[in-house]
């Protein structure tokens, strides 16, 4: 059982994912009318002129990009991962309406709050997906295909497919809604961001200076957190420069700037933001 857990914790969040996705498009995303990109929106564009089931639809506009990604982009492994996200949220998309509690026109008629709930809820529902190594299907099969065998970046083939998706729920929806989509589709990504990778960014710094040691024992000891000595040299003077690298909290940046001008108001201090860190005190590394 041990054994498996690592599998079945994966496919937990893979399935779980696709319920909150379910529940983002059903309860804000569909009665607004917001389409925002791949298979979905195309889902929900075909739905507005025929009635059929958009989570029917979703599962069959999978069929040919599922052949495509056992080809081109792992086989069994990434397919079956993918076939269950798709499958859990096709199914979950038409199975919320049977449920008598549901409310079917969602629960607001309010466009801004529609396509602000809806990214987060979606995104948290995608980037618990992610976080189970599997996929949302649709444009992420196709963005991944062109990556591979075109050399396009991720972020230029989801703009190319979610732009193409959005245009056209423009011409059917509306200008306005197509204009909502978008803040949609961009406020989704930072919160897929933030679900797999956590909210708590860290600061990552460089500090040049002629007391190492002396800054080095600060740290340490008032701040309990570890230091880096590199090697580095001064393009001018051509002479060894070592440079301090230390990973602190948000929180601890004025701390360390303080510490930093206090031993040596002439030293250079860069200050850059980091996604994540892994290791003692901060967070274990997790698969």
Known sequence: MKNNWPAVRDYSLVVAGALVQ???LRLFLVPAELA????????????????????LMVFIGNIPLFILGWRLLGGSRFTIRTLVAV???????DALLWLPFFPKTGITTDLVLNSLYGAVVSGIGYGLVYRGQGTSGGSDILARILNRWRGISMTQSYLMTDTLVILGAGFIFGWQKALYAIITLYVSGLVVDTTMEGAGTV?????????????SARILKEMERGVTILEGTGAYTGEPRPVLYCVVTRSEVQQLKTIVHEMDPKAFMVVGAAHEA?????QPFKR
């Open 36 to 55: 925002s990109g791949g298979i979905s929106g195309i889902s929900q564009m075909i739905n507005h002129f025929t009635g059929w089931p958009i989570g």
């Open 203 to 215: 600061r990552s710094a460089l500090i040049v200076t002629d007391l190492c040691k002396e800054i």
């Open 278 to 282: 892994l290791g003692e005190g901060f």
């Open 87 to 93: 499958a859990s949220y096709s199914f979950f998309t």
């Open 22 to 24: 379910a529940v983002g």
